[in-house]
């Protein structure tokens, strides 16, 4: 059954499913599945096994709690033929528990205790035969001895008998909620006397919008505000009626359902008392409860998307390469920290130099950068991005132009999430002689050379790239985080004779155990010579080997194959390819128009099948290919090192820092992040950002607005755009969006989008200048400018 139904979803066939389940099942990875059983799965690629893999999981459970909740209905004995059936048939946890409402054990309730009573007779009477005199039937059931004083109290625990059946009808309870997803609205209001502390939801004072459409950010922010107790939030199931004091459509909703209608019969009015208080005290807070569960649940998952997205941006981004780096980290009073790390990532150099304010040491510290440089022959500095990183890339900057003949390049990183990294028991045992502010340094010059080896040793929450990050299921975000670095780093492959216990603990079939045993062999025994001597490393058995092998990487080895992706399981298939060839292995690999002239077919067996020879000739033919892009670099425009120093109309070249559902966030040098509204990213239409720009793309970008005294940016990247009058900058009407970007003292706290609540209403459509762009600000940046940048 979920094979099939899997199977149906993914539209793929029944065997692939199956295939894919078998081999999870027994231990195999996703990132292994997709590249080194096509055969097996008949080629499901890495993002259908993620999600056959996440259904898996999530259909398991539900025949789980279906087992569970048969077991428990069949030992009250109320489970009828029907009841199992509809059971059997639910095909998701909602309806599931709608139809175990019924039976589910719970404190007695005012309908137990009536029906204990014995008043089960009189709300079945009423129900059916609305024609009968109330207070005659009523007045048959009054028991003093069984706590039914008078006819009033026997109507009412009727009453109660009615309510609760109605409220625990689950083919009721689907009418009503298909109505509120499609009709209802989410209203907010400002909690009593929290105006003035609250300005920062203002926009959320007096805010409805239809549920179903509540995008994830604004009902994130909705649900931050409440929790602060700045807002109130109910479900308005009536949006279009004026009259508060109306009935609500509901309650025809369940008055049509059980056919209850006013013909002036002596039980109508009790009925009709019965629907208007089965839906007020019952049915509304339960679905207001459900649905705001659900809400939260579709927001949550949409933001940890949006951060799982920016992420294997980030994690994907093209490494400087096997370089002499100079990292560093810049500080005002504290001084710049600078560390110099050699090609493979050692650290040979380290110093703290004072060029700014107070110490003012310029003419020493380019004396030292020059000395340093020299000595050990830099390539590359790297320069991180916060507070004096300008400053500190103007003494670069005069340093190369003094020495030409050094050759050094200049880049700015993003140095967020380092200060965590240095403080990180990780950084401690793998720097353990070096002070925790020169540990920042070091990270900043080795996330240039490659960014995936040295971001993978950060929390991911850290790096700064998440939509409300702080908002959502910790659990799931953090689920989600480890799959994005799992198949980053099985897509690019790990050496294995220089990785990280952190990079390598990602690497298919290993964790942090296996990992930390490899380096200690590592450290013990030296370099790996083959694969092979994997088998030697503590508790890392067959299993381990299959999944991990074909994605660790030996440079210089015994084997050239295990420079490559090729697997050791397969190195037959190679023997074979190479006796046809007459050629050396050395001497097949890289040489493409031999390869041209091998036909794959020739070299499958029952074992290998077509498609991973197929993979088996495209690696021989560029071992070891890395799949990220060429390495490039932004130039920060000379002379715009703050906010101050931009001017609307100003062309400037930046790198995107994030991305966000409502637009891009753009890093131009000046310690602030503008956003490209969506709206301004391409003259045709878009519903995604990412559709144009993605985290690490340098682009161009022109000043729309400057907001200084709130520290606010707006770009664009249709260069024809006109900007705001350079009059009008600053001077934008909060009420149009504009949050305060401050949270608990922590302004823009590292990408969660914290204390910036204001959900954009963005018109996703490129084409049209006009009032979007001008009001990018006013609408998109109260929630945008959370985005951190440490």
């Known amino acids: 059954m979920i094979i099939n139904k899997i199977s149906e979803e993914l539209a793929v066939q029944t065997s692939q499913v199956s295939a894919a389940v078998k081999l999870l099942d027994e231990g195999s990875t996703v990132p292994f599945i997709a590249r080194y059983r096509k055969e097996a799965t008949q080629g499901l690629d890495d993002t259908q096994l993620r999600t056959l893999q996440q259904r898996l999981t999530y259909l398991r459970e539900l025949e789980d709690r279906r087992q569970v909740i048969l077991k428990s209905i069949d030992e009250q004995g109320k489970l009828s033929d029907e009841l199992k059936r509809n059971i059997t048939g639910a095909d998701s946890k909602t309806t599931l528990e709608d139809l175990y409402l019924p039976f589910k054990p719970r404190r007695r309730t005012k309908g137990q205790i009536a029906i204990e009573a014995g008043l089960e007779g009189l709300a079945d009477t009423l129900f059916a035969n609305p024609d009968q005199s109330i207070d005659e039937l009523a007045a048959e059931y009054v028991n003093a001895e069984k706590g039914v004083a008078d006819t009033k109290a026997a109507l009412e625990g009727a009453r109660f008998i009615l309510m609760e059946r109605f409220a625990e009808d689950a083919a009721l309870l689907g009418k009503i909620r298909n109505y509120l997803v499609e009709n209802a609205h989410i209203k907010s209001t400002v909690a009593n006397g929290k105006a003035q502390e609250a300005v920062k939801y203002k926009d959320y004072f007096e805010h409805s919008e239809k549920y179903k459409n509540a995008p994830s950010h604004r009902a994130l922010a909705m649900f931050r505000g409440r929790n602060e107790g700045m807002l109130n939030i ?67 998952e949409e933001a940890i998307e949006v951060f799982a997205k920016n992420l294997n941006d980030l994690l994907m981004a093209a490494p400087a390469g096997a370089k002499t780096t100079m990292g560093l980290d810049p500080g005002l009073r504290t001084g710049v920290k600078v560390a ?136 799931q975000l953090g689920k989600s985080l480890d799959r994005v670095i799992e198949d980053c780093v099985n897509a690019v492959g790990v050496d294995l004779n220089t990785a990280s216990p952190a990079l390598l603990s990602y690497v298919s079939g290993l964790n942090k155990t296996l990992a930390n045993n490899i380096v200690q062999f590592r450290d013990t025994n030296g370099a790996f010579d083959n694969r092979k001597a994997l088998m030697k490393v503590e508790r890392l058995g067959p299993k381990a080997f299959e999944q991990a092998a ?7 080895g015994s084997n050239p194959l295990d420079a490559s992706a090729v697997h050791p399981e397969a190195y037959p298939v190679v023997d074979k390819i190479v006796d046809t060839a007459a050629v050396a292995v050395n001497d097949l690999i890289g040489n493409t128009e031999l390869l041209k002239t091998l036909s794959p077919d020739t070299f499958t067996s029952d074992a290998f099948g077509l498609p991973t020879v197929k993979d088996i000739l495209s690696e021989l033919d560029k071992p070891g290919r890395d799949p990220r892009p060429e390495f490039k670099t932004a130039t920060f425009k000379e002379g715009v090192e703050t906010i101050k120093d931009l001017t609307p109309g100003m062309i400037l070249e930046g790198v995107v820092s994030n991305v966000a559902n409502f637009g891009a966030f753009v890093d131009v040098g000046v310690h602030q992040d503008g956003l490209v509204h969506i709206s301004a990213l391409t003259n045709k239409f878009i519903s995604d950002p990412r559709d144009v720009v993605k985290a690490g793309d340098i682009v161009k970008v022109k000043v729309l607005e400057v907001d200084v005294p709130r520290k606010r940016i707006s770009f664009t990247m249709r260069l024809e755009d006109t900007p705001t009058s350079s009059n009008q900058a600053g001077k934008i009407n909060n009420s149009n969006g504009a949050a305060n970007a401050k949270s608990n003292g922590n302004p823009r706290a590292n990408g969660s989008q914290r204390g910036n609540p204001r959900a954009d209403k963005p018109n996703k459509r490129g084409g049209g200048q006009s009032q979007q762009q001008n009001s990018a600000m006013g609408n998109a940046f109260a929630d945008a400018f959370a985005k951190a940048k440490k």
């Open 234 to 300: 109910q479900l308005d199931a009536d949006p279009q009626q004026d009259d508060a004091s109306a009935p609500s459509h509901c309650e025809h909703l369940i008055a049509s359902h059980y056919n209850i209608m006013h013909r002036q019969r002596p039980a109508d009015d009790f009925l009709t008392q019965v629907v208007q208080w089965a839906w007020k005290i019952k049915i509304a807070l339960h679905m207001e409860t459900e649905l705001f569960s659900s809400l939260r649940e579709r927001a949550e």
């Open 340 to 475: 110099i790390v050699d090609k493979t990532g050692k650290v040979v150099a380290k110093n703290t130099i004072f060029p700014h304010a107070p110490q003012n040491q310029w003419d020493k510290s380019l004396r030292t950068l020059t000395t340093v440089c020299k000595q050990h022959k830099v390539e590359l500095i790297s320069i991180g991005n916060g507070t004096g990183s300008r400053e500190t890339d103007k003494l670069v900057g005069e340093m190369l132009k003094n020495n030409p003949e050094l050759g050094a390049q200049k880049i700015v990183v993003s140095e967020a999430g380092a200060s965590v990294y240095s403080a990180s028991e990780l950084a401690s045992n793998e720097l353990p002689d070096l002070d925790v502010s020169i540990r920042g340094a070091v990270s900043i010059a080795r996330r240039l050379q490659d960014p995936l080896a040295e971001l993978v040793k950060i929390e991911p929450k850290a790096i700064g790239v998440g939509q409300y990050q702080h908002d959502v299921s910790q659990s």
């Open 550 to 556: 074909g994605f660790l990487r030996i440079v210089n």
